[in-house]
Nanobody, 116 residues
Framework: QVQLVESGGGLVQAGGSLRLSCAAS????????MGWYRQAPGKQRELVAV???????NYADSVKGRFTISRDNAKNTVYLQMSSLKPEDTAVYYC??????????WGQGTQVTVSS
């Protein structure tokens, strides 16, 4: 089992910045994929950004150039630096850990609200 604990959500004005953190614990293997998804009211959960254990990132087109994902493998922690936030970025953000066998684990979610 893997446990994920997220932090860093909140309320910010449009154009502002927030940093999300997610610490993983439990049965962590060296090869994995960690990342962030989000779900706005009435919408499906969507990928925001993921990063391999080797440090290769992948971003949704909607956040490219504004969000940066990074990780600290020694701490089993993934970060999402969000800048130039827009009202449409408002959602619950979920941390995700995928192991080498494709099994997914999810955090409890953290609310990000961007006011216009």
């Amino acid at each position: 089992q893997v446990q994920l604990v997220e932090s860093g959500g909140g309320l910010v004005q449009a154009g502002g910045s927030l940093r999300l953190s997610c610490a993983a614990s439990g049965s962590i293997f060296s090869i994995n994929l960690m990342g962030w998804y989000r779900q706005a009211p009435g919408k499906q959960r969507e990928l925001v950004a993921v990063i391999t254990s080797g440090g290769t990132p992948n971003y949704a087109d909607s956040v490219k150039g504004r969000f940066t994902i990074s990780r600290d493998n020694a701490k089993n922690t993934v970060y999402l630096q969000m800048s130039s936030l827009k009202p449409e970025d408002t959602a619950v953000y979920y941390c995700n850990y995928k192991n080498a066998w494709g099994k997914d684990y999810w955090g409890q979610g953290t609310q990000v609200t961007v006011s216009s």
